[in-house]
């Protein structure tokens, strides 16, 4: 585990890692390896953490949708964050999502975090029940009282069915612990008026994690993405960032032509189709959170030629 202290939420790590570097990054959203009995694979979580920093990414995000955090029990999610922290080793900073559906719950998952050794905590919206831009204030409020971390806020619409209130966002980001924001609804109007909060803040980080969106976010000058094909294509990611930070608007396009095809991954079984995907590339069991299942065998047929189109598996030895 890391050797980390926090002040005021700032990490004194030495491992030369900082925020502003690491999420105007890649950071993968990483999938939970899980035993077919359904404890957390500590060797495959290490085999991911090592493909996602070989890969250039800048940080790593646990138990969120693509960790399957709401679905995991308390023990598995504790197990993911302190494997991961374990396997990152102080490389770069490791954050776990609260994507549970109230403060309550969020306030034990945090304790829970902050005990495994997280790095930053990543708050969105409460849900099953509705909340407005107050209450949602309120619920990110709550954890930060209660930690010493850090948060990112995660806009998720489609997932909490409340869009985290700009009105919200903006009032969070006057708090110096509040580092950013996730938004993966896919909205650019929205995601606009995130970016104008930097006019304000400007050391406030605007991060994309909608995958059809990701070049076009990126040439409005968003800081960082928070993909979940990184967890099988980091690279792509990586040259994607360092692209546009380049201004290379072409190679921007050609880009999000790839991530395009890489999107027919997840058309094919949603979440479990990027764990099926690791599976494939030696990673990971593919083993999803319950009630989830493993994908068909023609689903995986149709992800082993994605992965093969953009020659992410060797090819096959000729009979």
Not at 87 to 95: F, H, Q
Not at 131 to 151: E, M, Y
Not at 157 to 182: D, F, M, N, W, Y
Not at 227 to 238: E, H, K, L, Q
């Amino acid at each position: 585990m890391q050797n980390s202290t926090y002040v005021n939420g700032t990490s004194t790590a030495q491992s030369g890692w900082t925020w502003e570097r690491a999420l105007s990054g890649v950071v993968p959203p990483m999938i939970s390896p899980l035993t077919e009995a359904g404890t957390v694979d500590v060797p495959a979580v290490g085999r991911v953490v090592e493909h996602i920093l070989a890969g250039g990414c800048s940080g790593i995000f646990v138990v969120g949708g693509c960790g399957e955090g709401s679905w995991l029990s308390t023990a598995q999610r504790g197990a993911m964050i302190r494997a991961t922290v374990e396997a990152a080793a102080g490389r770069a900073p490791v954050l776990a999502g609260l994507m549970l559906p109230a403060t309550a719950p969020v306030l034990d998952a945090a304790e829970q975090a902050v005990d495994a050794g997280a790095d930053a905590l990543v708050v969105g919206s409460p849900y099953y029940f509705s909340a407005g831009a107050a209450g949602q204030v309120r619920h990110v409020q709550a954890v930060l009282a209660a930690s010493d971390r850090p948060v990112l806020l995660y806009d998720i619409p489609q997932c909490t069915h409340s869009v985290l209130a700009v009105e919200a966002v903006q009032t969070l980001a006057e708090e110096p612990r509040v580092l950013g924001i996730k938004d993966s609804s896919g909205d650019l109007g929205y995601f606009q008026q995130l970016l104008a909060i930097k006019t304000r803040r400007p050391d406030f980080r605007v991060l994309q994690g909608n995958e059809l969106v990701m070049a076009a976010s990126l040439l409005l000058g968003c800081d960082g993405l928070i993909p979940g094909y990184s967890n099988i294509a980091p690279r792509v990611y990586v040259a994607m960032r360092q692209a546009a930070a380049a201004g290379d608007v072409a190679a921007c396009r050609a880009a999000q032509t790839t991530l395009a095809d890489l999107n027919e991954i997840g058309l094919q079984a949603g979440i479990p189709a990027i764990k099926a995907a690791c599976a494939l590339l030696g990673m990971c069991q593919d083993t999803p959170a319950a009630p989830f299942a493993p994908p068909s065998d023609a689903e995986r047929q149709a992800i082993e030629g994605v992965l093969r189109r953009h020659h992410l598996l060797p090819a096959p030895v000729a009979a």
